[in-house]
């Protein structure tokens, strides 16, 4: 089977939805998938709906419940780094069809993860794994490897007037 590399980004909502629909399209057709969210540790409803697919769809978080300061801290660090250990064994172990980088081009850009080393992932990757990495700010480095690059641009978003994330939209 042919496999791509794919980056969603951009400041445009979308990007870890994008991810998911592929995930859950990919699990349908009977792929396993390796789901990595970087940054992110808040309780979201998409957790709670994976779960649903946890026989396909393997989901692996590795944030904290704060945000993430460029060059981030030992606790995010750490979690960064495990995820990148985690996705490197996902990619390599003929389990998975679909490894997904969830805001990895974030910790990438933030420097919590080491962009040398997730770009030897990508270099590296067998041909039978399709690769997503989502996030704002994805590196160039990233986006000269990428297959598929889909950049989300923000037109107009009610966040601007002050609408809160809505449980089953935004979280």
Excluded at 30 to 37: C, K, L, S, T, Y
Excluded at 43 to 67: C, H, M, N, W, Y
Aim: proline share 2%; aromatic share 8%; net charge neutral.
């Amino acid at each position: 089977m042919q496999s791509f590399v794919h980056v969603y980004t951009g400041d445009g909502k979308g990007k870890t939805t994008a991810a998911l629909g592929l995930a859950l399209r990919a699990a349908g057709a009977g792929w396993d998938v390796f789901f990595a969210q970087f940054v992110k540790g808040q309780p979201t409803s998409e957790l709670q709906a994976l779960e649903r697919f946890s026989d396909r769809i393997t989901v692996r978080r590795f944030g904290g419940s704060k945000f993430v300061a460029p060059g981030g801290d030992a606790e995010s660090n750490r979690k960064a780094e495990e995820g990148l250990r985690q996705c490197e064994e996902a990619v390599g172990s003929g389990r998975y069809q679909l490894v997904v980088l969830d805001e990895a081009n974030v910790a990438a850009a933030l420097d919590v993860v080491d962009l040398e080393r997730l770009l030897r992932l990508i270099d590296g990757r067998p041909e039978n794994v399709e690769l997503v990495l989502t996030g704002r700010w994805a590196p160039r480095q990233i986006l000269d490897r990428a297959d598929l690059v889909t950049e989300m641009r923000e037109v107009r978003h009610y966040y601007r007037q002050g609408v809160s994330a809505r449980r089953g939209i935004e979280n």
